[in-house]
């Protein structure tokens, strides 16, 4: 890939004699980022975050209070500034440019962009992705257990959507029952009143029925969750604490449920 | 095939939290251009510190201590206070897109772990070097 595709046309350009202080404000807001140095129209350098970093106030206090604000604040772009970025041609491919950033060697100039290694990185991902694409690792699957002929037949699509995708991927499946009706205290075990003995025992019935629906050769990646109380809120809470990048739903994608689902998760939900 | 990072793995130069930020530099330089030197307690990783971060611990121009002064602090205080202990930590199966897709995302150089155990740190230098690879292939 040439490195004129990669590159920021419209990097900032500061003076060299500007204030660091406003520099590194600049750079604040793109972690990644790198601003050029021009002195009376020639390319005097550059300024990365760190360079900002290194030149500015220590990070230790005790080191820091030695530092006369009057100074710190006279500190200019060209005090910290790297006098010897990596020079290359538009025409140069990202691996002679990996190449020249990790060994150094410079040529000739004319400032037309900035490459920095985060443009590089953010290359080698896409690359990576389009020859493997990115695999998911941990699904939900979301089913409810009493329920009409009809629900039970989109909870059912769910479910094998869910479990193709999981094998497809080699991913962790999490299959989660919100039970209206179930005491939160017994759903996370903790100790709980008198009635708690028919809640246990609707909780157990409720894992065991999970645990039938998932077949055999599917068991050793797929765990069971139930939780109590609100639909949705069972399903973001279960979706958060499994770390699920995909949640799978039956029921149309304008049931309540699954609107309220798709605003308020924090990955992609795929209603069948 | 998915490439992951054991490839990339070069060995960790690593130090106790009570060493100083003079000894952290002096492992980053022995370790011939490493990013990062690992902070490690009982076997176990307890934080980064990296070139950047023994850059900007170093006063500015404006200090009024003298290049000695300068010198004694750097060789008494602990690592522990500049280090960063939100780690973000891979795996050796970790896929080189995903340490790629970390790393653009500000959040290394990356710590290797299996288990317990430190093996590695990936950094720039390490995916830098897979670009010119992946390029020249």
């Known amino acids: 890939m040439r490195i004129k595709t990669l590159m920021r046309c419209s990097s900032g350009i500061v003076e060299a004699r500007e204030s660091l202080a406003a520099a590194a404000m600049r750079l604040a807001s793109d972690p990644g980022g790198c601003l050029v140095v021009m002195d009376g129209g020639r390319l005097a350098g550059v300024l990365t975050p760190a360079d900002a970093r290194a030149a500015g106030p220590s990070t230790v206090p005790c080191l820091a209070v030695h530092e006369l604000p009057a100074f710190t604040s006279g500190l200019t772009v060209a005090d910290a500034m790297r006098r010897d970025p990596v020079i290359v041609p538009p025409d140069a491919t990202s691996s002679d440019v990996a190449h020249a950033l990790r060994t150094r060697v410079a040529d000739s100039v004319e400032v037309m962009g900035v490459v920095t290694t985060t443009d590089l990185l953010g290359s080698l991902v896409e690359r990576l992705e389009q020859e493997t694409p990115p695999r998911l690792s941990r699904l939900l699957v979301a089913v409810s257990l009493a329920a009409s002929p009809g629900r039970r037949r989109s909870m059912h699509t769910a479910l094998d959507v869910a479990l193709d995708i999981t094998r497809r991927h080699g991913a962790m499946l999490t299959l989660l029952h919100v039970m209206r009706g179930l005491s939160r205290r017994v759903a996370e075990g903790l100790p709980a009143g008198v009635e708690a003995d028919v809640q246990r025992w609707r909780l157990a019935e409720a894992r065991a029925a999970l645990a039938r629906l998932v077949p055999r050769e599917d068991r050793s990646t797929t765990r069971v969750d139930v939780r109590a109380g609100d639909v949705v809120e069972g399903v973001l809470n279960s979706a958060a604490t499994t770390g699920a990048e995909l949640i799978v739903m039956g029921g149309r994608p304008g049931a309540a449920v699954v609107r309220e689902t798709i605003r308020r998760a924090p990955c992609p939900v795929l209603a069948t | ?137």
């Open chain 2, 1 to 137: 095939m998915t490439r992951d990072v054991r490839s990339l793995l070069r060995p960790v130069p690593a130090v106790e939290p009570t060493a100083t930020l003079e000894d952290a530099e002096a492992a980053l330089r022995s370790s011939g251009g490493g990013e990062a030197v690992a902070v490690v307690h009982h076997d176990r990783l307890v934080g980064l510190v990296t070139a950047d971060d023994l850059a900007a611990a170093r006063p500015s121009a404006a200090t009024t201590l003298s290049i000695g002064e300068v010198r004694g602090a750097l060789a008494r205080i602990p690592v522990e206070s500049i280090m960063r202990r939100d780690v973000a930590t891979i795996v050796p199966d970790t896929p080189i897109a995903e340490a790629a897709r970390l790393m653009r995302d500000g959040r290394g150089p990356l710590a290797v772990l299996a288990g317990d155990d430190l093996v590695g740190l990936v950094g720039a230098a390490e995916l830098l070097s897979e670009v010119e690879r992946e390029e020249s292939r």
